[in-house]
């Protein structure tokens, strides 16, 4: 990885309010394989486009709830990284408010507070009929087991309706948590710093928090191996992974 710019540094040793929008690639050195990886490795039967859609779960429950199940068992096995530490580090020295896509837990898990999960999150659950929150704890098996294939396995009855227990993530066609996209805005608006870190920025309305940084003059910085999306918006571009370039880049 290239020397950081002096003024980058500069800029994030003085930043007091940062906000970090974060996606699959924040993630992706801890071993979860990103979305743009789909087709290779842990996904390659079923890509997320297909699965992750209120049609896909209409159509065969016990397929999307076996493919969800596996991905949050896998996650009981894996670790935060070195950039989810550096970033929960960093709350020391200024106020970080993060913003994720990720459905996974390594924020928290390092320590990070996360303001809004974008897109729900691996381990909270609900009736997919009533809505009535459904405990992870009553979930079959969210231990760390290790096979190769998810495992076809039915998804838990509501106790309030009798209906399927579904993820608590947000489905292609779904709308974001209520209020959770507004908390990401208001926290872009209020940042003198932005952070972009592993997101290839086509997925919306989530895609859409940078250019709101943009527009109003807040210094963008874009941590990614690979130019996306998102790059014409930020004003620096470290091309490195995440795990390598936080730690380096704050304090
Ligand atoms: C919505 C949870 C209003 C589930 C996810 C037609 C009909 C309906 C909607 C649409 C439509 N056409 C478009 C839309 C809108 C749609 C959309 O944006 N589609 C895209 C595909 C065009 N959006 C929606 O549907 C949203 N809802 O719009 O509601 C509505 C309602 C009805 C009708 C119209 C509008 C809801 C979208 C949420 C979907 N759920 N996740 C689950 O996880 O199973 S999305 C999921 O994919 C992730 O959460 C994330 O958001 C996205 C993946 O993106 P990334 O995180 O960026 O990951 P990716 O793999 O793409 O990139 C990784 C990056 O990391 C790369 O750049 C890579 O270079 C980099 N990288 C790799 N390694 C590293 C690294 N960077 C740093 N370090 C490394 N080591
Ligand atoms: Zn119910």
């Known amino acids: 990885m290239d020397d950081l710019d002096p003024e980058l540094l500069a800029l994030a040793r003085s930043a007091r309010t940062v906000t970090v929008l974060t ?9 979860v394989p990103t979305f743009r990886d789909a087709g290779t490795g842990l ?26 199940l596996w991905r949050a068992r896998q996650l009981r096995r894996l670790r935060p990284n070195a950039g989810h530490r550096a970033l929960a580090r960093w709350a020391g020295r200024a106020r970080v408010q993060v913003v994720t896509q990720n459905v996974d837990d390594l924020h928290e ?26 405990p992870g704890a009553l979930v079959p098996g969210l231990s760390p087991v290790d096979p190769e294939e998810p495992t076809r396995e039915r998804p838990p009855m509501c106790p309030v309706c009798g ?9 292609f066609g779904e709308l974001l948590p209520e209020g959770a996209l507004e908390r990401g ?4 608006a209020e940042a003198d710093l932005v952070l972009v870190v592993g997101t290839s920025g086509l997925v919306q309305p ?7 940084a943009a527009g109003r003059g807040i210094p963008v910085v874009e941590v990614n191996p690979e130019d996306t999306a998102l ?21």
Not at 206 to 212: E, K, R, V
């Open 43 to 68: 996904w390659a039967r079923w890509s997320p486009e297909e699965l992750a859609t209120p049609e896909a779960w209409e159509a065969d429950p016990e397929l999307v709830w076996s493919w969800y």
């Open 231 to 251: 790059t014409p918006h930020a004003d620096w571009a470290v091309r490195a992974r995440s795990a390598e370039a936080l730690p380096r880049l704050l304090p």
């Open 206 to 212: 989530a895609a859409s928090l940078p250019l709101i």
């Open 185 to 188: 805005a208001d926290a872009v």
């Open 109 to 134: 898990r390092a320590g990070s507070e996360v303001l809004a999960h974008l897109h729900g999150s691996l381990f909270a659950f609900r009736c997919s009929a009533c809505g009535a929150p459904f």
């Open 23 to 31: 996606g699959a690639g924040m993630s992706a050195e801890s071993g």
């Open 163 to 171: 209906g399927a227990v579904r993820p608590s993530v947000v489905w």
